[in-house]
């Protein structure tokens, strides 16, 4: 018998995956995954298509998503999971990182200009939107943009020299904050969890995450060596925390991450899996 693996961390279309919902699941079942979270960055669009999808293919699917928020001025990522898709409070939450990102957007196309290069808001919602639905825009597609115009090398090279945190066009736009993220995730009845903690840098901002109220922290995350993930399973574990997992797969924007490479297995995903099902007992997940 195969061993079910799930993987809890992916980007799509929706955000900035290159992917689409549907070619994200085609490929989960293409190698072998039992179990998907799709995990867009700030919104959950991917679900209308995903959820149809994967219960006619046979994959399990729990609801997901990345959201940005601020710990003072350091950026956490936080995942919810087994929310109820439907909650007012967490599409207003979606809603209200669209809005975020549109100026922080186009603040940073200001910026851009004052170095000299021409892009502007309309193209960056053209390249964004080439397929339906609503989307979550940010810095990835600028750097595409700037690459296709031939004002930087790579992708990588935008976010060095411009759009990385510390550079000249970065903004960091309007702060969310972790307390309210994890209170909107609890309020759609889902569980908050640190994402990727080892590649929080700032000590003091880790310990503090520690202590809130969070369920579970990503202890599996994408390549990291065993040494550097038990560090953090046995974090969760002295806090009797959930310890979820997952690629972080972008598709061709990040073409060393594929699908799959980090996993959890069947027991932790029936815990998200169960609770969604409590959930969404009386509708569609
Ligand atoms: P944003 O949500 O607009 O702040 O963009 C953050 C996203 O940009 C991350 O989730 C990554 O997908 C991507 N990203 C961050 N740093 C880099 C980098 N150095 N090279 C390529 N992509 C990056
Ligand atoms: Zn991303
Ligand atoms: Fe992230
Ligand atoms: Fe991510």
Redesign the pocket.
Known sequence: MKEFRADMHC?TTC??GSKTPEEVIQLALQIGLSGLSITD??TIEAYTQAIPLAEKLGLEIVSGV?F?SMLSDV?V?ILGYSFDLKHPVLNDLCQKHILR?TE?NRMMLAALQKNGFKISEEELFELATKHPGKH????????LLMMQKGYVKS??D???KY??EGCSCYIRGESISVEETIDAIHQAKGLAVIAHPHLINHIPTLRKLMQMNFDGLEGYYSKFPPEVQNQWVEAAQKKEWLITGGS?F?GD??PNTPLGCSWIQKETFSILKDRLKDNCAHGNI
């Open positions: 980007h955000s900035d960055h700030d990345e940005s950026p990522h990102r922080r979550s825009i940010g810095r990835p597609h600028i750097a992708i990588q935008a976010f060095k759009l990385g972080d972008h924007v990040k």
